[in-house]
């Protein structure tokens, strides 16, 4: 069952030979799907042979094979986890109950919103990240980047699949759908505000490795604690490539820091100019990226108070991020107190599952700031650590929506807040640093300068491996 099928036009783990008309439905999406890759996907890259690596079991022992491979040439296909024995469901009103293998009547709409609501996030990023490639810092990133890429287009045929192989006709109109909203586009834009910010800078695309991609990673952890089993099995390998988006992120954001250290240790200085001036980026400014891409992510997890939430909970639906470490897993007349600007407000824990989301979510984007605050403890400044904003700041989404907010959390009179934001978040001017620094270096081993060379290689490999050989 585990081992994954490469002969077929479809490489997958499913028996999708076994299944004809399924089979025929995914071929002619097939193509579409590469239109879109070539279209909207990494752009001038084409031709390079990238070292990639690629699934070829679900299992934990070696399920990646690394070689080199030219994007479009991919094998794109559909890989579930294997299924677990007699699994029950884990919480909500049906707790105890065989797993669902189709999809509930009453259910059906709801599921496929789901479904087509993370799909859209998929192709999205790729199309966000698609002029990264002409900048990067080194080839060892641009092999990153082209990782994510790839795997996040193998995200979309993840969630394709159920829509084709569970939804009938309305699934696969729900298919072309997806190839057919782009980020940032007037007319037929993402789902999600955060999945049509542009990412223009590298800086900007380690943040949204370490925040977006851990939104990711805890919807892809909640809809595999779902009833519905394909959709449970799907998204439990996901979370295994979703790990190396994490890696991307935590060691980017770390890179950049350690070099702004090296550069304030030669100049002797933390003053924001001469650090720019010798090409680094201030850690002030790495704070407002961070308060940017952490308040656009935190809005993903959707409304404090979501009667929605509480019926995917509660039919069993989307679970909660590691559901088996809660205590009570039914919920039912529990009660949680909820800070609003209006004060506290005690609500039913089912329509606070939002919010327990988020904050499972904050504890662990809390990891990467710990490692990074020794570092620049170490280094000798413990006054310029980073941290997270409050939860409440710049928000868009819920019971904070467009209040004046500060980043450390409190309520501030509307004028300061509007006047103080360029503090908070990056400016137009520091945006245009940032984009001053982005040249690309393509000679193996060699780093731009405003960032530090990574610990290690990929997979067992030097730094100055040619990740990507360019022709
Ligand atoms: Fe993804
Ligand atoms: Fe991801």
């Known amino acids: 069952m585990t081992a994954v099928n490469y002969t077929e036009k479809i490489p997958n783990n499913v028996n999708l030979a076994s299944d004809r008309t399924l089979q025929?439905?995914?071929?002619?999406?097939?193509?579409?799907?590469?239109?879109?890759?070539?279209?909207?996907?990494?752009?001038?890259?084409?031709?390079?042979?990238?070292?990639?690596?690629?699934?070829?079991?679900?299992?934990?022992?070696?399920?990646?094979?690394?070689?080199?491979?030219?994007?479009?040439?991919?094998?794109?296909?559909?890989?579930?986890?294997?299924?677990?024995?007699?699994?029950?469901?884990?919480?909500?009103?049906?707790?105890?109950?065989?797993?669902?293998?189709?999809?509930?009547?009453?259910?059906?709409?709801?599921?496929?919103?789901?479904?087509?609501?993370?799909?859209?996030?998929?192709?999205?990023?790729?199309?966000?990240?698609?002029?990264?490639?002409?900048?990067?810092?080194?080839?060892?990133?641009?092999?990153?980047?082209?990782?994510?890429?790839?795997?996040?287009?193998?995200?979309?045929?993840?969630?394709?699949?159920?829509?084709?192989?569970?939804?009938?006709?309305?699934?696969?109109?729900?298919?072309?759908?997806?190839?057919?909203?782009?980020?940032?586009?007037?007319?037929?834009?993402?789902?999600?505000?955060?999945?049509?910010?542009?990412?223009?800078?590298?800086?900007?695309?380690?943040?949204?490795?370490?925040?977006?991609?851990?939104?990711?990673?805890?919807?892809?952890?909640?809809?595999?604690?779902?009833?519905?089993?394909?959709?449970?099995?799907?998204?439990?390998?996901?979370?295994?490539?979703?790990?190396?988006?994490?890696?991307?992120?935590?060691?980017?954001?770390?890179?950049?820091?350690?070099?702004?250290?090296?550069?304030?240790?030669?100049?002797?200085?933390?003053?924001?100019?001469?650090?720019?001036?010798?090409?680094?980026?201030?850690?002030?400014?790495?704070?407002?990226?961070?308060?940017?891409?952490?308040?656009?992510s935190l809005d993903l997890f959707g409304s404090e108070i979501s009667s929605n939430a509480a019926f995917n909970f509660a039919s069993g639906m989307k679970g909660r991020p590691d559901e088996s470490q809660y205590e009570d897993h039914v919920l039912r007349g529990a009660t949680l107190r909820l800070p609003t600007p209006e004060g506290e407000q005690e609500v039913p824990a089912r329509n606070a599952i939002n919010e327990m989301m988020r904050e499972s979510y904050l504890k662990d984007c809390e990891i990467g700031l710990k490692r990074w605050n020794r570092m620049i403890e170490r280094a000798g400044y413990p006054e310029l650590q980073l941290s997270l904003p409050s939860p409440h700041f710049r928000r868009a989404i819920g019971l904070w929506a467009g209040q004046p907010v500060d980043p450390r959390g409190n309520l501030v009179p509307r004028e300061e807040y509007e006047r103080r934001l360029a503090d908070w978040i990056p400016s137009a001017e520091d945006r245009a640093f940032v984009h001053s620094l982005m040249k690309p270096v393509t000679e193996p081993g060699k780093m731009a300068a405003w960032i530090a060379p990574p610990e290690r290689g990929i997979n067992n490999q030097p730094v100055e491996y040619e990740y990507v050989r360019l022709h």
């Open 24 to 296: 025929r439905a995914l071929e002619h999406w097939q193509p579409k799907f590469l239109q879109w890759w070539h279209e909207l996907g990494p752009t001038d890259f084409e031709t390079a042979d990238v070292y990639l690596r690629t699934a070829v079991s679900v299992d934990a022992k070696g399920w990646a094979q690394y070689g080199y491979v030219r994007m479009p040439e991919y094998r794109w296909g559909i890989f579930l986890a294997d299924p677990v024995p007699d699994r029950r469901i884990g919480f909500g009103d049906a707790m105890g109950q065989p797993v669902w293998q189709q999809v509930p009547g009453e259910y059906r709409s709801q599921l496929r919103r789901l479904i087509v609501t993370q799909g859209d996030t998929e192709p999205a990023s790729v199309e966000q990240q698609r002029l990264l490639g002409r900048t990067c810092p080194s080839l060892y990133d641009l092999r990153n980047l082209f990782q994510v890429n790839v795997e996040e287009g193998r995200h979309l045929w993840a969630m394709v699949y159920l829509l084709h192989a569970y939804f009938g006709r309305d699934g696969r109109e729900e298919a072309e759908e997806l190839l057919a909203r782009h980020s940032g586009d007037a007319d037929k834009p993402r789902i999600l505000s955060t999945f049509n910010e542009p990412i223009s800078d590298w800086l900007s695309f380690y943040c949204f490795t370490y925040f977006t991609d851990r939104d990711g990673k805890y919807q892809l952890k909640s809809l595999a604690e779902s009833a519905f089993d394909p959709l449970s099995r799907t998204c439990r390998f996901m979370l295994t490539e979703e790990a190396h988006h994490m890696f991307v992120g935590e060691t980017g954001i770390g890179r950049v820091i350690r070099r702004t250290l090296e550069v304030m240790k030669e100049l002797g200085t933390d003053d924001p100019a001469r650090i720019r001036a010798a090409g680094a980026i201030e850690l002030p400014l790495v704070q407002k990226y961070l308060n940017f891409w952490c308040s656009s």
